[in-house]
C-alpha cells in the first residue's frame, strides 16, 4: 500500500463517536420544569448557565495543543469530534436560556459572567493548566450525567429540555476520555503529570460547585423565590441524597491509576438513546 493511500484511508477513518447537528425548539416551556419546584428548575437552569461559555473554552483549551497531537491521528480525529460536539451543546443551551427570557430570568447575563471568568482563567493560565481544567470538569460532567440519565430525567415535564439534558449527557458520556487522553499523550502518567492534574481538578470543583450555587441563588431572587423555604427544603434534602452517590464517583480522579473508562455506561447510553430516539435523528457532521 502506498503511502498516499495510506493518508487518505487515516483521513477518511471515523471518530469513535459521532457529531449531532441538533435543532431543539423551546416553545411554550413551562417556569418551572424540574419536578415543579423553583429551587429545582433554578439550580439545573443555573448549571446550564455555565455550558456555553464552559464549553468553548474546553474547544479552546484543546484547539492550542491540539498541533501536538497530530503523531496520533486517532486521537486528533476524536479531538475534532470532541470540539464538534461540545459546540452544539455551547449552541443548543444558549438557545434554551434565550426561550427562558419570557420569565424573566435572563439566564444570558449568567453565560456573560461565565465568558469573563473563564476568559481571564484563560489568560493567567499556561495551556497546560488551561487543558487540566477540561480534563477536571469533563470527570464531573462524565459523573454528573449518569445520574441525569439514571434518575434525575424523570424530573424533568418539558419533553424538549428533557431531550436537551440527555442528548447533552449521551455525549458527554462518548468522549468522557478525549481531553484525559490528549493530556496523557502530551504529559505522561508520572508524578508531575498527577500532581498537577488533581490540584487543578480540585480548583475547578470548587469553582464550579461555587458559580452553579450562586446562580440557583441569583435566579431564585429574580424570580421572587429567595425565601421559599419549602422549595429549599425539598432540593436540599435531594441534593444530599445526589452528593452522597456522586462524590465516591468525582474523588475516583484523585487515583494514580485513573481513567476514565474505568467506568462503562454502554448500556445506559443505549437506553438512553432509545428513550429519546436519538438514533432516528442523527445526522454526522464530516
Known amino acids: 500500500m502506498s503511502s498516499s493511500i495510506a493518508k487518505k484511508e487515516i483521513k477518511k477513518a471515523p471518530t469513535s463517536f459521532p457529531v449531532r447537528r441538533m435543532d431543539y425548539e423551546f416553545f411554550a416551556t413551562p417556569k418551572y420544569w424540574c419536578n415543579n419546584d423553583p429551587a429545582f428548575t433554578h439550580y439545573f437552569t443555573g448549571l446550564s448557565a455555565l455550558f456555553p461559555e464552559g464549553e468553548?473554552?474546553?474547544?479552546?483549551?484543546?484547539?492550542?495543543?491540539?498541533?501536538?497531537?497530530?503523531?496520533?491521528?486517532?486521537?486528533?480525529?476524536?479531538?475534532?469530534?470532541?470540539?464538534?460536539?461540545?459546540?452544539?451543546?455551547?449552541?443548543?443551551?444558549?438557545?434554551?436560556?434565550?426561550s427562558a427570557q419570557q420569565y424573566g430570568l435572563d439566564p444570558q447575563s449568567l453565560e456573560k459572567a461565565t465568558?469573563?471568568?473563564?476568559?481571564?482563567?484563560?489568560?493567567?493560565?499556561?495551556?497546560?493548566?488551561?487543558?487540566l481544567v477540561t480534563v477536571g470538569l469533563e470527570h464531573y460532567t462524565a459523573v454528573l450525567v449518569v445520574e441525569m440519565m439514571e434518575t434525575i430525567h424523570n424530573l424533568i415535564s418539558d419533553q424538549?429540555?428533557?431531550?436537551?439534558?440527555?442528548?447533552?449527557?449521551?455525549?458527554?458520556?462518548?468522549?468522557?476520555?478525549?481531553?484525559?487522553?490528549?493530556?496523557?499523550?502530551?504529559?505522561?502518567?508520572?508524578?508531575?503529570?498527577?500532581?498537577?492534574?488533581?490540584?487543578?481538578?480540585?480548583?475547578?470543583?470548587?469553582?464550579?460547585?461555587?458559580?452553579?450555587?450562586?446562580?440557583?441563588?441569583?435566579?431564585?431572587?429574580?424570580?421572587?423565590?429567595?425565601?421559599?423555604?419549602?422549595?429549599?427544603?425539598?432540593?436540599?434534602?435531594?441534593?444530599?441524597?445526589?452528593?452522597?452517590?456522586?462524590?465516591?464517583?468525582?474523588?475516583?480522579?484523585?487515583?494514580?491509576?485513573?481513567h476514565p473508562n474505568q467506568t462503562d455506561e454502554t448500556l445506559l447510553v443505549a437506553a438512553t438513546k432509545k428513550r429519546i430516539n436519538l438514533d432516528t435523528i442523527t445526522r454526522k457532521l464530516n
Do not use: C
Open 56 to 98: 468553548s473554552y474546553f474547544v479552546r483549551s484543546v484547539r492550542a495543543l491540539r498541533p501536538q497531537i497530530k503523531s496520533n491521528p486517532a486521537l486528533d480525529r476524536d479531538i475534532g469530534a470532541f470540539i464538534g460536539q461540545e459546540a452544539m451543546h455551547s449552541k443548543e443551551h444558549h438557545a434554551f436560556h434565550v
Open 115 to 131: 465568558g469573563v471568568i473563564l476568559t481571564t482563567i484563560e489568560k493567567i493560565f499556561p495551556k497546560k493548566w488551561n487543558l
Open 160 to 258: 424538549t429540555i428533557k431531550n436537551l439534558w440527555l442528548w447533552h449527557s449521551i455525549e458527554e458520556t462518548e468522549h468522557k476520555a478525549v481531553a484525559y487522553d490528549m493530556y496523557e499523550h502530551l504529559y505522561g502518567k508520572g508524578l508531575d503529570a498527577y500532581i498537577p492534574r488533581v490540584t487543578l481538578f480540585t480548583f475547578s470543583m470548587v469553582l464550579v460547585t461555587l458559580f452553579s450555587n450562586v446562580y440557583q441563588f441569583v435566579l431564585m431572587s429574580r424570580d421572587g423565590q429567595l425565601l421559599n423555604l419549602k422549595s429549599w427544603l425539598k432540593f436540599t434534602a435531594f441534593s444530599a441524597s445526589e452528593y452522597r452517590k456522586i462524590i465516591p464517583k468525582l474523588m475516583t480522579y484523585y487515583r494514580r491509576d485513573f
